[in-house]
C-alpha cells in the first residue's frame, strides 16, 4: 500500500520509523558519518540516530557540523537528541554555535509580558540542545558569557543559562551577568536577557539590578523586571507600585494567581 501525502511530507522532513532504524543497526561509525551527508533525508536521520553508540569527539563535530546547516525538521530533532546523550563532549562544540543556526532568534525587547512561571524555551537550536545537558553546562557558560564578545552568542548563552538554573533550582551567584552588565551598560537587549535570565537567580546584586530595571527601563524591560521580582518573590515597593502601568496590573495579577496555585498543590 502507497503511503498517503502526509506520510510522504513527514518522511521528506526526516521523519523515521523503526524499520528505518533497523536497516541502519549493522553500519560502523565510518558508514554512518558518510550517511550524515545522504542526499536521502530518512538516512541522514538514521545515521544520526545509531551514531549514539560512538560517543566521542570526532562523532559530535562531525553531528554539530550536520547540524549547522541541516534543514529538514525531523532530522535537526535527531541532530540534537544525539549531542544531547553525548553530553559533556557536545558542550563546547555546542557552545560554538550558538547564535549561528537559523533565523528565528530574538531581536528586539517584546512589548508585552510573558504570562508564563516555566522558563521559555530558547528559540536558538543550539541552546535549546544545550538545556537538555542540564547542570554539566553550567560552568562552560559562566565562562563563555564571562569572555565572549559575540552580542548574538551571548544572548543565546543567556537564555541557555537560565534555562537551565530556573529548571534545575541551581543556587548560583549572579556576578558572571553582573559583569557581563558591566562591560555592556547602555546595550538594552542584553540587559532584557539579564533581567529574564534573574528570575532563577536570588541575591543582592539581582535584586537590586531588577528594582532599578523596574523603575528606568524601557516597558518591555519593566514587564520583564516584574516578572522576575515576582518570582523571586521579591517584595516591591508601593511607591513601585503605585508607577505601575495597567499592563503591569495585569501581569501581575495574572502571575500572582498562577503562583499561589502553584503553592497550593505543594
Known amino acids: 500500500m502507497s503511503m498517503n501525502n502526509s506520510a510522504i511530507k513527514l518522511r521528506e ?6 524499520a528505518d532504524i533497523e536497516h541502519f543497526a549493522s553500519f560502523d561509525e565510518s558508514e554512518l558519518l558518510s550517511f550524515l551527508h545522504s542526499e536521502k533525508t530518512v538516512e541522514r536521520s538514521c545515521a544520526a540516530i545509531h551514531l549514539r553508540k560512538y560517543q566521542n569527539p570526532t562523532v559530535v563535530d562531525k553531528l554539530c557540523h550536520q547540524l549547522a546547516i541541516e534543514k ?3 532530522t535537526k ?3 540534537c537528541e544525539t549531542l544531547a546523550k553525548c553530553a559533556e563532549l557536545s558542550i563546547e562544540p555546542l557552545i560554538g554555535l550558538l547564535g549561528q ?3 528565528n532568534h530574538e531581536t528586539k525587547i517584546p512589548e508585552t509580558g510573558f504570562y508564563k512561571v516555566s522558563y521559555p524555551l530558547p528559540r536558538d537550536i543550539a541552546a535549546r540542545t544545550i538545556c537538555r545537558l542540564g547542570i554539566v553546562a553550567i560552568l562552560p557558560l559562566e565562562h563563555f558569557i564571562k569572555s565572549s ?3 548574538n552568542a551571548l544572548a543565546q548563552a543567556i537564555d541557555a543559562y537560565g534555562h537551565i538554573v530556573y529548571s534545575n533550582e541551581i543556587k548560583c551567584s549572579s556576578s558572571p551577568l553582573q559583569e557581563l552588565y558591566e ?15 534573574l528570575s532563577g537567580i536570588h541575591d543582592e546584586w539581582a535584586k537590586s539590578f531588577l528594582l532599578e530595571i ?4 524601557c516597558k518591555g524591560l519593566r514587564l520583564e523586571a516584574l516578572r522576575s521580582l515576582l518570582l523571586l ?3 516591591i515597593p508601593s511607591n513601585i507600585q503605585n508607577g505601575f502601568s495597567v499592563e503591569m496590573q495585569k501581569l501581575e495579577s495574572f502571575l500572582k494567581k498562577k503562583l499561589i496555585k502553584i503553592s497550593s498543590r505543594c
Not at 522532513?13 to 523503526?18: A, F, S, Y
Not at 523596574?214 to 527601563?217: A, N
Open 149 to 151: 564578545k559575540d552580542m
Open 77 to 79: 530533532i535527531a541532530l
Open 183 to 197: 562591560r555592556h551598560p547602555k546595550n538594552d537587549f542584553l540587559k532584557y536577557k539579564i533581567t529574564r535570565c
Open 72 to 74: 529538514k525538521l525531523y
Open 233 to 235: 518573590e521579591i517584595e
Open 214 to 217: 523596574i523603575q528606568t527601563g
Open 101 to 103: 543556526i537559523g533565523k
Open 13 to 18: 522532513r526526516g521523519k523515521v520509523n523503526e
